[in-house]
C-alpha cells in the first residue's frame, strides 16, 4: 500500500537515499542541497511504501511557470502508480509546467499523459576550459542585479531561489551586458547555471566570459538544450555530450531554448 503526503524534515534522510540510488546528489557536496530547497519551499512529496519512502516528487516556481525538478521511484517500486500519484499532487492542471525528463520511454510517456509534449533534447557538456575563444573576463554581480535577465530567459521570477543558491559556498553570480550566469566551483571543476540573456549572443558572451573567469578550474559542465548556438562552439572545444535528457513543456513558449541554460537540479 503505497501512500503520498508532503515531506517532513524527518523524512528527509529517507528521501535522501533515494535520491543517492538514482545519483541525484553528485553535484551537492554538502548541506544544504537542493532537497533541502524543495522542502523549505513547500513543494516536495515523498511517496511511502508503509513508513519507508520510496519515492519523491517536487517542483519549483517560477512566477507561473511550474518546473518539475524530481520524480523518483526506486525501480523494485515502478509501475506501480505510485508515480503517477505524485504527480498528480505536484503538478497543476491549468497552469504552465516543464519538465527534464530522461529518455527512459516510460517517463516519457507518463509526462505526455499528464499534457506535456517533448520538445528538443537537454544536453548535459563537459570539457576543457583550455580551448575555449578568448573572452575577458565576466563582472562579477548579485542575484538581484541579474533577476530580470533570469526571469526573461527561465520564464518567470524567482529572485528567493536565486538568492539562496548564491549565498551557498563557491558560487558566484557573473553579467556581461544583457546576459548572466552562475557559477558554482566544484573541486575540479564548476558547474554553470542557470544562465541566459536576452539574445543569443548576449546569453554566449555570458556563459564564455563566466568559463574565461574561472579558467584555473579547467573542467566545466552545462546543461544545454538543444536549439543553443553555443552547443557547436563548445563540441568544437572539446566538450562532449555526457548524458541527454527530454525537455518536455505543456504548450507555448515558456523559455528560452536558444538563450537559456538551466541549472540541471533548480531548472
Known sequence: M??????????LAGVRAVARRFGNLAMWPRRPDYLDRELANGRLLAGFAGTEPVG????????????????????????SGLGRAL??????VAAPRVTFASSDPR???????????????LL???????????????????????????ADASGGRRDADLAWYAALPGVSVCQT????????????????????????????????GALARHRAAGTAALALLGPNPLLPLLLE?????AD??????????PIALDRYLPHPDLG
Not at 2 to 11: E, F, G, K, L, S
Not at 59 to 69: E, K, Q, S
Not at 87 to 92: I, S
Open 244 to 253: 541527454l535528457d527530454v525537455f518536455l513543456s505543456s504548450g507555448g513558449d
Open 56 to 79: 519523491f516528487g517536487a517542483t519549483f516556481l517560477r512566477g507561473g511557470l511550474t518546473h518539475l525538478a524530481d520524480l523518483f521511484v526506486l525501480p523494485e517500486h515502478q509501475s
Open 177 to 208: 551586458g544583457d546576459g548572466y550566469a552562475v557559477v558554482r566551483s566544484l573541486g575540479d571543476r564548476v558547474l554553470v547555471g542557470p544562465a541566459g540573456g536576452r539574445t543569443t549572443r548576449a546569453c554566449a558572451d555570458a556563459v564564455l
Open 107 to 121: 517517463a516519457v510517456a507518463l509526462y505526455v499523459r499528464q499534457g506535456m509534449r517533448p520538445v528538443c533534447p
Open 237 to 241: 572545444a572539446g566538450f562532449t555530450i
Open 2 to 11: 503505497y501512500t503520498v503526503r508532503q515531506a517532513a524534515p524527518d523524512d
Open 87 to 92: 504527480l498528480a499532487r505536484l503538478l497543476p
Open 124 to 150: 548535459y557538456l563537459r570539457g576543457p576550459l583550455t580551448a575555449l575563444p578568448g573572452r575577458p573576463p565576466a563582472a562579477e554581480a548579485t542575484p538581484a542585479e541579474i533577476a530580470d535577465l533570469d
